[in-house]
């Protein structure tokens, strides 16, 4: 059975950096890709960046010079680490499984976990 | 590539058919998908590939459309439809979502 559970700090303070797991089964990482989603309270998600199945990676733009994602596959997880965080970061934040072919975009999310919700507030 | 869903907010009763357009701000092939967020509970995928149901959706829930303009519809509504539901293109990076319509019961 698949699942996804994301861990984290519910609370960090301006300009820290916001650190967060996902620990995956029922599935291999290196296997499948896992994206993380956040979603700031009443707007739609954003789609973050993802962590490919062969350990490479791909970041939405408008992110990609405050984020990193990474791996340990021998322990089933999946981290975020986002710098310089501002109050319009708070929010949800979701990992996901991936599907899709090939090596491209083309892939939308059919797993999820339950979310972590996170305030960025001093 | 903007996504526009509409209408932002709906209220049916059980039984009636909805409606719920998502428009890409260019054509993304049949490359979307809809979700469907309830209180409390993981967000499920329904439909990918614009109209392929995902396995375990029911068959009240269609997705049609191609290109730029998409519809999910959702016959004999039933009590459990009652949710937000987002769609999302992953024709072309970054990833984007619609910003949701929220189903209420009338």
């Known amino acids: 059975q698949v699942q996804l559970k994301e861990s984290g700090p519910g609370l960090v303070q301006p300009s820290e950096t916001l650190s967060l797991t996902c620990t995956v089964s029922?599935?291999?990482?290196?296997?499948?890709?896992v994206s993380w989603v956040r979603q700031p309270s009443g707007k739609g998600p954003e789609w973050m960046g993802r962590m490919w199945y062969d350990g490479d990676t791909a970041y939405n733009s408008a992110l990609k010079s405050r984020l990193s994602i990474s791996r340990d596959t021998s322990k089933n997880q999946v981290f975020l680490k986002m710098n310089s965080l501002q109050t319009d970061d708070t929010g949800t934040y979701y990992c996901?499984?991936?599907?899709?072919?090939?090596?491209?975009?083309?892939?939308?999310?059919?797993?999820w976990g339950q979310g972590v919700m996170v305030t960025v507030s001093s | 590539v903007q996504m526009t869903q509409s209408p932002s907010y709906l209220a049916a009763s059980p039984g009636e058919s909805v409606s719920i357009s998502c428009k890409a701000s260019?054509?993304?092939?049949?490359?979307l998908a809809w979700y469907q967020e309830k209180p409390g509970k993981a967000n499920k995928l329904l439909i990918h590939?614009?109209?392929t149901l995902q396995s375990g959706t029911p068959s009240r829930f269609s997705g049609s459309g191609s290109g730029t303009d998409f519809t999910l519809t959702i016959r004999s509504l039933e009590s459990e439809d009652f949710a937000v539901y987002y769609c999302?293109?992953?024709?072309?990076?970054?990833?984007?979502f619609g910003s949701g319509t929220k189903l209420e019961i009338k």
């Open positions: 999302q293109q992953y024709n072309e990076y970054p990833l984007t």
């Open positions: 029922g599935f291999s990482l290196t296997s499948y890709s």
């Open positions: 996901t499984r991936d599907r899709g072919r090939g090596y491209n975009s083309r892939y939308y999310f059919d797993y």
């Open positions: 590939s614009g109209s």
């Open positions: 260019k054509s993304i092939s049949n490359n």
